[in-house]
C-alpha cells in the first residue's frame, strides 16, 4: 500500500485532482478503520458469533422506539434504512463513514485543534470496489448508467446481509443511501459496508484485494493519475501543517462545522475557529 505525506497546501490541490475514483475518510490518527458497532461489541466481551443477533436485536430496538423521537415515517422492514438513521444520530452500526470528497476528509483528519500528532486520511478507489462486489460484465444497466446499476445492486446485498440470520463470506460493499439527510447531502457521505461484522477494513483488503499491508512512501508528485491499479493508499498529514488546513485553507474554502453539520451543533462547533482570531 502506497502511503504519502503532504507538505504544502499544494500538496493537498494536487491529490484531489488526481484521486478521482476514490472514496475517503479522514482520521484523527492512523487507528484501524472499523465499524463502532464491532468496536463496541468488542469492548463488552461479546462472542463475535454472537455479533449476529446483537446487531438485529439493536436494529429491531432502534425501529420500535424510533418514533418516539423523530417524526419522519420510517420503514421498519427496511434494515438498511434503519442502519443508515441510526449512524445518524450515533448509534453503533456495522456501517463506517466515508466521502466523495478529499477536502472534506481532510477536515474530519484535522478538525481536533487540540490534538497535535500526525492524521490520515484513508483513500479507497470506489471504482475497483463496485467492481468486484457486482462485475462489470454481470451489469446489464438498461439506461447504460453502470455506475448506479452498481450501486443499486450493492444496495440490494447489503439489504440481504442485515436480513439473513447466517454470516455470509466476506467482502466489502459501497452504500450510497436511496434517501439522504442534510448532513449526509452537504459531506457527500457514502458509507462502507463489511459483509462480516468483525472484519477491519485492512483485514478486507488482504483478502478480497490481495492488498498488501506493508507500507512504501511515495512523493505527492510521483503520484500520478496512473493509480487506478491501487485498491488503497494513505494520505499522511503531518502535524505541523494541521493549522495551515485548519483553520486556514478548509476555512476558506467554507469547509467548516457550520456547513457539514447544520443546526445549532455544527454552529457551536464552528465556533472553535474564532478563538484563534482577535476581536
Request: glycine share 6%; hydrophobic share 35%; with cysteine.
Amino acid at each position: 500500500m502506497k502511503r504519502l505525506t503532504i507538505n504544502s497546501e499544494g500538496d493537498v490541490h494536487l491529490l484531489a485532482t488526481r484521486l478521482d475514483f476514490h472514496v475517503f475518510r479522514g482520521q484523527k490518527q492512523d487507528w484501524p478503520v472499523q465499524s463502532r458497532l464491532a468496536r463496541v461489541l468488542q469492548s463488552l466481551g461479546c462472542e463475535s458469533e454472537n455479533w449476529k443477533n446483537r446487531e438485529n436485536n439493536i436494529i429491531r430496538e432502534f425501529a420500535s422506539r424510533i418514533h418516539l423521537y423523530e417524526h419522519s415515517p420510517i420503514d421498519q422492514a427496511d434494515k438498511l434504512g434503519c442502519c443508515s438513521l441510526m449512524q445518524h444520530y450515533g448509534a453503533p452500526t456495522r456501517l463506517i463513514d466515508f466521502t466523495a470528497s478529499f477536502y472534506v476528509a481532510l477536515f474530519f483528519a484535522v478538525e481536533d485543534v487540540e490534538y497535535t500528532g500526525d492524521s490520515v486520511v484513508w483513500c479507497l478507489n470506489e471504482m475497483k470496489i463496485r467492481d468486484k462486489a457486482i462485475p462489470r460484465e454481470s451489469v446489464s444497466a438498461p439506461d447504460g448508467n453502470e455506475r448506479q446499476y452498481q450501486y443499486d445492486e450493492m444496495r440490494k446485498q447489503a439489504t440481504g446481509v442485515l436480513a439473513s440470520d447466517s454470516q455470509p463470506e466476506g467482502g466489502l460493499l459501497l452504500i450510497e443511501p436511496a434517501q439522504k439527510n442534510q448532513r449526509l447531502s452537504r459531506q457527500q457521505g457514502c458509507f462502507l459496508f463489511p459483509k462480516q461484522i468483525d472484519q477491519d477494513l485492512s483485514g478486507i483488503l488482504a483478502s478480497d484485494f490481495s492488498c498488501d499491508a506493508s507500507e512504501n512512501d511515495c512523493s505527492v508528485s510521483d503520484f500520478t493519475g496512473a493509480n487506478h491499479d491501487k485498491v488503497a493508499l494513505k494520505v499522511i498529514i503531518p502535524s505541523k501543517l494541521r493549522r495551515d488546513l485548519l483553520p486556514g485553507m478548509l476555512w476558506r474554502m467554507n469547509i467548516n462545522h457550520e456547513v457539514l453539520f447544520p443546526g445549532i451543533d455544527g454552529f457551536c462547533k464552528s465556533m472553535t475557529h474564532y478563538c484563534g482570531h482577535a476581536g
